[in-house]
């Protein structure tokens, strides 16, 4: 029987409450601060019943590293999820904390699904397409090493929170990122996703989207963006966000819901999550809020 995932504090959901509203203000210092919560309620996570094997190599840059959790046993056709971590395109890593972003890992390996948490070289090292294709390199090797992790190949999700989601809605939906044969994927997930490249005023990582994108030109960020590749053919996509983002974001998550329904005729699942900003979408994954653990479950089990 699985032990019970930790909950969260009634004092830091009324943190979450007070910095809700004003959440762009001091922005980084209430990032820092639910970074720094939720890290001490996820060590309660449990963390038994997988392996996990750190930074496995898939390139020569000291960033092109990932994490494996495996669920324990002889399990064969498991899921899997390769998660990128965000951080504005010049900042951040899968372990921004010991807990932080492997709540995400765990909680999959819990429930039996195979995860990798990706790192990838940022933008001052390697801009646009670098990120994207670093996820591509990832997606290869999984599918390379599928049956000895137990890995049915025909199941393998890329999940991307900020930025994070950036780089992943461009490998799963651009087709010039793709091999030949696809884009080797099942669906993808859109955590809080900076899905849309723009530097508009109220951006306030205008900046960095600029250097990555080597490009403030309006027309070429549009062509750049992962939304504007959304298609008939894309695969099947499942998107949330927080009630508290950070500027944008929940508006190009919205619009990737409106072209995907667009392209598709159907909308794909959605979860709004009230009350939560744009960390506490990620960093709440683990605990025993699973509404949004859960509906990635669902859509693991039947991608749509």
Known sequence: MLRPLPKIPTELREL??????????????????MIDRYSEVLKQLPKDNMDVRRDVPYGPSLRQRFDLYTPN???????AVLFVHGGAFMDGHRNRTE??????????????????????????????PAGS????????WTHSNAAGLGIDPSRIFLMGHSAGAAHAGSYAY?????????????????????????????????KKVIAYYGTNDPHKL?????VSHVGAESIPTFVAWGEYENPLLDVHC?????????????????????????????????TADEMLGQGILDFIANPR
């Open 174 to 206: 651009d087709k010039s990122r793709h091999p030949i044969e696809g884009p080797g994927l099942a669906g993808l997930i859109v955590v809080s996703g900076r899905v849309r490249a723009e530097a508009r005023p109220e951006n306030p990582n205008a």
């Open 99 to 128: 807990e932080i972003y492997s709540n995400v890992s765990y909680y999959l390996a819990r429930n039996g699904i195979v995860a990798i948490n990706i790192g990838y070289r940022l933008g001052d090292e390697a801009p646009y």
């Open 222 to 226: 549009e062509s750049l963006s992962p």
């Open 16 to 33: 979450m409450a007070e910095f809700g509203p004003q959440w762009s203000i001091d922005r980084t210092q209430k990032i820092q601060t």
């Open 133 to 140: 294709d670093d996820i591509g390199a990832v997606v290869i």
């Open 254 to 286: 919205a619009e990737l819901v409106y072209r995907f329904s667009a392209a598709k005729k159907r909308s794909p699942p959605v979860v709004w999550l009230r009350g939560h900003n744009h960390t506490s979408t990620i960093a709440h994954i683990g």
């Open 73 to 79: 046993g002889r399990l064969t056709k498991r899921a």
